[in-house]
């Protein structure tokens, strides 16, 4: 639960949002409506002269590449189509260019399925600012260039016109994007003033240019003069946007790949979400996102980008989500029915696009991004979201086998301190209770007894205090990844000297030929049955002397642990490993099994025991 001050600022925040949201979204139905009312009162003056069609539908046709093919330009596109804008308005006039411009930015908006605002707002505001443009120009500067040479006074009319526009059209854009909740912050400002700045200097090269040549006597103006003339621009347009829109993809692919591959390098790390999502903005941009894994029929939030989490998505639930085998895309929250997904984010949240993670049919988790703008996710995002979403699958299905392979080894190592204490610490604790019970009832009558039973209670306890040792270290062993096999081994060996119990055993450790690099299972194998062969000798086989070689060879690795104990029978240690399992021989012979060694027992009653593991060299390196 939240604390009652971060409630007051999440009811503030939210309300000021939403604030802004109606004050931006009336300033977008004024402009809208203002513009359409002054294209309509153009359109109703329109003269019916179609003497020249062709080039009206030819300047339609260029008005609508451009507009549809827009120009890279530095950090950003621009549309440049004032040229065709300023000569269509010197042939036909105002009413059919405003017309003209509106149908088709009209027509190309329905194209690329904007939103219904976008569709409404685009034209009127692109309106009223060459309506206005031109108003200002015939009013007050062209009276006072009449004079000029004919090729100064155009081009200054054409450049003033084309000021005017340009500032009318983005003092207009500037009032949306600073109304909105969004923060307009001034690099972004920056960025579009450039842009913008780029256009305005290919448009007043071309202005330039127009006057130049049509000042030359060249004959009679047709379609083709203006297909021509025009073509280099319209050129532009196709080349440069097929060009971005190649190096777009190119750029958003290799940032997936990138992005990707520090995910794998670190997905076994805590929290590897963190920075990928950090850096997985720059190849799709999103305001909020949600990570959430499925595991036993139970939904978990991986990591949670939401930019606010106020009282209201706390409520949210995973009951009802969406579609989960395909991808679910709402263009427009305000448009779907609310489920326990949608709930989950801020209200200024308008499109969402929820993708399933998927390994083999089997549902993982769900990606779900979140955009303040409807139907703002093109389809080349959706689809990187897609390939995303593989990705994650194959991270988190890693990552759950790893934890169940974690859980598992975990519960053997119980199961086996388990087994170990109730085989050795209860039993010899039992015995021991009996004893000295025993013990106490002899200890009026029978002496001598008690103290033979208090003898054997000892040497019981003794061995005892040993197995808890043991299991105490079995818990905590040294790490053999940092510190190494031979250095773990010789720890190993301090750890059995200190138990005052076998202090009369003489341990030696040796080594043979020059040690190489081993894998880390390997030498976990090495350790382990080292371990347990030293243990088993101090503990069952009365040994005073225990030799442990470990020797490198070229081709193999060999441990020997050897003593001079009394020796077992390896039948009937075999039949008792079966009816009562621990980790003695048959364990030691499967670990052995994995790294494909050999084990070898020689042992008999009165003669000692020798344990040898021989592993190959060759392919146990590659194992971590």
Same mark, same amino acid.
């Given at each position: ?135 200002? =120009? ?13 090729? #100064? ?17 983005? =003092? ?10 969004? /923060?307009? +912050? ?9 842009? $913008? ?63 990707? +591959? ?15 999502? +950090? ?24 990591? @949670? ?50 993708? /399933?993670?998927?390994? $083999? ?80 009832? +002899? ?55 200190? @138990?005052?119990?076998?202090? @009369? ?26 371990? $347990? ?14 030799? =442990? ?25 075999? #039949? ?49």
């Amino acid at each position: 639960m939240l604390p009652y001050h971060l409630f007051i600022k999440g009811g503030i925040f939210i309300a000021h949002s939403i604030s802004r949201e109606r004050y931006s979204y009336l300033y977008l139905m004024t402009i809208s409506v203002i513009g359409w009312c002054a294209i309509l009162y153009h359109s109703i003056n329109l003269s019916a002269d179609t003497s020249s069609l062709l080039v009206l539908l030819l300047f339609a046709l260029f008005l609508g590449i451009t507009e549809y093919y827009p120009i890279p330009v530095w950090k950003g596109f621009t549309t440049i189509n004032f040229p065709l804008l300023y000569t269509l308005y010197l042939i036909y006039g105002l009413s059919m260019t405003v017309t003209i411009f509106a149908l088709v930015l009209l027509v190309t908006g329905l194209w690329q399925k904007r939103p219904l605002r976008i569709l409404l707002f685009n034209p009127a505001q692109l309106g009223i600012s060459f309506i206005l443009a031109v108003a200002a =120009v015939e009013t007050y500067m062209n009276p006072a260039i009449q004079g000029e040479n004919l090729i #100064i006074a155009g081009t200054l009319s054409y450049c003033l016109l084309l000021l005017f526009y340009y500032v009318i059209n983005n =003092v207009i854009v500037d009032m949306v994007l600073l109304l909105r909740p969004q /923060p307009y +912050k001034f690099d972004a400002w920056k960025n579009k003033l450039i842009s $913008e700045a780029n256009s305005a200097l290919i448009s007043i090269m071309y202005g330039v240019l127009f006057y130049i040549l049509g000042s030359q006597n060249r004959g009679e103006i047709d379609v083709f003069s203006y297909f021509f003339f025009f073509s280099p621009l319209i050129a532009i347009s196709l080349i440069g946007a097929g060009y971005m829109r190649i190096k777009t993809e190119k750029n958003r692919l290799k940032s997936l790949f990138i992005v990707t +591959k520090e995910l794998n390098k670190h997905m076994l790390q805590q929290n590897p979400f963190q920075s990928f999502f +950090k850096e997985f903005k720059h190849v799709v941009f999103y305001d909020e996102l949600l990570l959430l894994s499925l595991r036993h029929s139970e939904w978990n939030v991986k990591y @949670d980008g939401r930019s606010s989490k106020d009282p209201i998505m706390e409520d949210c639930s995973f009951e009802d989500l969406p579609g989960t085998q395909t991808i679910h895309y709402i263009k427009n929250r305000k448009y779907e029915e609310e489920n326990g997904l949608t709930r989950c984010f801020s209200k200024e949240m308008k499109a969402f696009v929820c993708v /399933p993670l998927l390994l $083999e049919k089997e549902l993982l988790g769900l990606l779900v991004v979140a955009r303040s703008r409807s139907n703002s996710f093109l389809e080349e995002e959706r689809n990187a979201l897609a390939t995303t979403a593989n990705q994650l699958a194959a991270v988190l299905k890693t990552r759950t086998l790893v934890k169940e392979e974690e859980e598992k080894n975990i519960l053997e190592e119980r199961n086996r301190i388990a087994r170990n204490i109730h085989d050795g610490i209860a039993q010899n604790l039992a015995g021991a209770v009996l004893n000295l019970e025993t013990a106490q009832r +002899k200890w009026a009558k029978h002496p001598d007894d008690s103290y033979a039973l208090v003898d054997a209670c000892t040497q019981k306890l003794r061995e005892s205090l040993l197995e808890v040792r043991n299991s105490i270290y079995a818990l905590k062993p040294p790490s053999r990844k940092n510190v190494g096999l031979i250095p773990a081994i010789n720890k190993r060996i301090e750890e059995f000297y200190k @138990d005052d119990t076998y202090k @009369d055993t003489n341990l030696t450790f040796s080594i043979r030929g020059k040690p190489y690099t081993l894998s880390s299972m390997v030498e976990g194998i090495l350790f382990d049955t080292f371990q $347990e062969s030293v243990q088993n000798s101090l503990k069952h086989s009365e040994a005073r002397n225990i030799n =442990v070689l470990l020797h490198y060879q070229k081709e193999n690795i060999m441990l020997k642990i050897k003593d001079d104990g009394k020796g077992f029978s390896l039948f009937h240690a075999m #039949i008792k490993a079966q009816k009562h399992p621990h980790f003695g021989i048959m364990q030691m012979n499967e670990a052995a099994d994995k790294i494909n060694a050999t084990l070898h027992f020689e042992s008999k009653e009165g003669s000692g025991t020798e344990v040898i593991l021989g592993v190959p060299r060759l392919g146990m390196e590659g194992e971590r």
